[in-house]
């Protein structure tokens, strides 16, 4: 597992939130803020791009801070889902039909 891989499989160096962070540009925080409040139909505000990675203190893009599966990992005290007796769950296999990437990524930390 690198050290920015997500708890749900997502690589959060990839993230536009992160990327945003990590750059401190309010224009990149505007464009994502934009894309994903079309995407998810929600209102995504450029303050609320903001996101030092789902398993580092700091700031977290609120989805992150709520969600179930990173919750759950964190809970019992896992690097990541891959590494769960219950693996796929519920909550995971709804996940990986959004984004199939982090499947394919937990799948390969699995055969690791």
């Given at each position: 597992m690198t050290d920015?891989?997500?708890c749900c499989?997502?690589?959060?160096s990839q993230c536009d939130a992160r990327v945003a962070t990590l750059e401190d540009s309010e224009a990149?925080?505007?464009?994502?803020?934009?894309k994903w409040s079309e995407i998810y139909q929600a209102d995504i505000k450029p303050d609320d791009i903001r996101c030092d990675g789902c398993r580092r203190d700091g700031a977290k893009f609120h989805h992150c801070e709520v969600c179930e599966i990173r919750a759950c990992v964190l809970s019992r005290d896992l690097p990541h889902c891959a590494a769960c007796g219950d693996y796929i769950c519920?909550?995971?296999?709804?996940f990986?039909?959004?984004?199939?990437?982090?499947?394919?990524?937990l799948e390969k930390l699995r055969e690791a």
């Open positions: 920015m891989t997500a499989g997502l690589d959060c990149k925080r505007k464009e994502t803020a934009k519920d909550a995971l296999a709804g990986i039909k959004l984004a199939p990437e982090a499947g394919a990524a």
